[in-house]
């Protein structure tokens, strides 16, 4: 990624970050990981990891149908261009990452 990207990423995951600790009714922990931001800046696809994990389904389709909400709450609180469109995905590389943690820490 480019650094503007990078930049523009790390915005939206802040502002992401602080929509959902608004919005989230504290059932579960949804950590916003990282925006991953295309090359024309039209899409971002926001990476979450869920804990606990069992309620990772849930939170998913709970963060899917805020996404206009999520959208609305960007356009007020940052000034960009041009507002993506946003997705929401679980971070696969995030789980695996705990997995081989947990496979090394074992005795």
Known sequence: MSL???KLGELLRQCSARFFAIESNRSSLIT??????????????????????????????????????????????LRLKRLPFL????????????KIDELLNKP
């Open 87 to 98: 997705d929401i995905e679980i971070d696969g590389g995030e789980l695996n990452r705990q």
């Open 32 to 77: 916003i990981t990282r925006c991953v931001v295309s090359p024309d800046s039209k899409q971002v696809t926001v990476l979450i990891t869920v804990l606990p994990e069992n309620r990772a389904h849930t939170a998913l389709d709970f963060a899917k149908r805020k996404r206009k909400d999520l959208r609305e709450y960007i356009k007020k609180h």
């Open 4 to 6: 503007r990207q990078e």
